[in-house]
Each structure stands twice: as C-alpha cells, then as structure tokens.
C-alpha cells in the first residue's frame, strides 16, 4: 500500500527557534499533501493544503507565516513551525494524495515539544 | 448542523464481540467513504475506502454505505484487543478537496 513517511517522529525545541518537519510519499507521486495538527484525545485539525509547485492555502485561523510550507517536488512536503512557543507544541501529522479518487495516506505524524 | 457526526464513545466490549461503528453525514454530494484506525500517537492508518453504496469486506472489517439515509458503518468481526484504538470516519467530495473527519470514536477490546 500507499507509504508516507513522516521526519522526525519527535522533536523537543526552545521556544524562538524554527523547526522542520518533513513529509515524503515514498511510492507514488503526490499532487496534494494536507498538514494537520492534532491535540491530544482531538480529531484532527486541517492547518493548510499544500499542492506542487504553489503557494499552500492555509485554513482560517492559521498563520501562514507561522507555519510555512513548501511542496518542492511531487514527493516531499516540508512545515517549518518559525519562532516556535509553547503553545505550538502538539502533534503534526501530514498526509498526501496521489490524485483523483484516491484515499488520503497519512504519515506516522511529529510531536513537537516546546520548551 | 456538521458535517460529519461521529459518537466519540469510548466504547468497550470484550474480546470476540462484533463491534459497529457509524457516522453520518449531511451534504449528499459526498461520494467518496474512508475509515481509519488511529493508535495512541501514531498517524491515521486507512482501514477500508470506499464509493458506492452496500458492503465493503477486508477479513475481519465490514464497510458499510447507505447514500440514501447519508449514514456509513464500520462492523469489527471478532473483536481483537489489537483493534482498540480510534476509529475515524472521513468522507470526501471528489478530487484533491480535504477531506472532512468525524471526531472518532474510541474502542476499548477487552481480553
């Protein structure tokens, strides 16, 4: 089936310094990668879509420039979380979609600690 | 009215019970049906997908569609501890649109 691979799994940062967390599909190729965060016992939350080659469209009440993403290429999707705080720690998880009809795949998700 | 309504549970049962899950939905343009099984921290792992009204079967896992009563079901035969976990439902429109998740129920198998 479908892989999506999640990096890295965990994460603890200071607060004020940027983290990366990267999405790849490892078998096909992913015209539209979604980012989700979830809190704990939360269904998940959609922050932003991301497609190849655009600028992602973030959903009301996220902040673009707090969360950056970037779909370089049709199997990596990158969420930078910038001048992270506490309030950011939580479970980021992304998924991807090869086109069409195709379900949703999702990654083993990142848990992001704030210090 | 949302979306999607799911029962958050939790809900238990012991070993070996048949276990119904279900969801429904309000916008009838919704074709497509997933289920995924989401571990305590770990990402959503897709169960059953499906499109059509009628019985999805994948060993132990049922789907189920009813487009007309906009109602979907997931049965668990011979309930396993391994299968507690949360069960979300997700439904999508068709193309790269989001898809829209129920809250998730949460399964507790007892031995």
């Known amino acids: 089936g479908a892989v999506v691979s999640q990096h890295p799994s965990r994460v603890i940062c200071k607060s004020g310094t940027s983290v990366k967390i990267e999405c790849r599909s490892l078998?096909?190729?992913?015209?539209?990668m979604f980012w989700y965060r979830q809190f704990p016992k939360k269904s998940l939350m959609l922050m932003a879509t991301?497609?190849?080659?655009?600028?992602?469209?973030?959903e009301q009440g996220v902040e673009k420039d707090k969360f950056l993403i970037n779909h370089a290429s049709l199997t990596l999707s990158t969420l930078t979380v910038t001048s992270a705080h506490p309030e950011d720690s939580s479970f980021y998880i992304c998924?991807?979609?090869?086109?069409?009809?195709?379900?949703?795949?999702f990654g083993n998700g990142t848990r992001l600690t704030v210090t | 009215q949302k979306e999607v309504e799911q029962d958050p549970g939790p809900l238990s049962v012991p070993e070996g019970a048949i276990v119904s899950l279900n969801c429904t939905y309000s916008?009838?343009?919704?074709?497509?049906f997933m289920w995924y099984r989401q571990y305590s921290r770990k990402g959503p792992e897709l169960l059953m997908y499906?499109?059509?009204?009628g019985n999805k079967e994948d060993g132990r896992f049922t789907a189920q569609v009813d487009k007309s009563s906009k109602y979907i079901s997931l049965f668990i035969r011979d309930s396993q501890p391994s299968d507690s976990a949360t069960y979300l439902c997700?439904?999508?429109?068709?193309?790269?649109?989001?898809?829209?998740f129920g809250k998730g129920t949460r399964l507790s198998v007892i031995a």
């Open positions: 998924s991807a979609i090869q086109g069409g009809d195709s379900p949703l795949h």
């Open positions: 078998d096909f190729q992913a015209t539209t």
């Open positions: 991301s497609n190849e080659g655009s600028k992602a469209t973030y």
């Open positions: 916008n009838s343009a919704f074709q497509y």
């Open positions: 499906t499109y059509s009204s």
């Open positions: 997700a439904i999508f429109n068709s193309g790269n649109t989001p898809l829209v």
